[in-house]
């Protein structure tokens, strides 16, 4: 299962929902879909600046989960 941690890499750049949304450019209600883990797919370019705005890679939101 792949785990979406936005919340948790925006909790450690002590950055809300609103400011996220603002320097990404993504609404906030597609940015809850994310980081409820509701999404069925995301955007390279959306990825891209949402890594760029919290200054972490990929892999810090993105995790696969071995559900066995």
Same mark, same amino acid.
């Given at each position: ?14 950055? %809300?929902?609103?400011?996220? %949304?603002?320097?990404?450019?993504? *609404?906030?209600?597609? @940015? %809850?879909? @994310? ?9 390279? %370019? *959306? @990825? ?5 705005? @919290? ?14």
């Amino acid at each position: 299962m792949i785990v979406i941690n936005l919340d948790v890499m925006m909790a450690k750049r002590k950055m %809300s929902l609103n400011e996220l %949304s603002e320097k990404v450019g993504i *609404t906030l209600a597609n @940015l %809850s879909i @994310l980081k409820n883990n509701k999404a069925k797919a995301i955007r390279f %370019s *959306t @990825l891209d600046a949402i890594c760029h705005a @919290l200054e972490c890679k990929v892999e810090d939101i993105i995790e696969y989960v071995d559900e066995a």
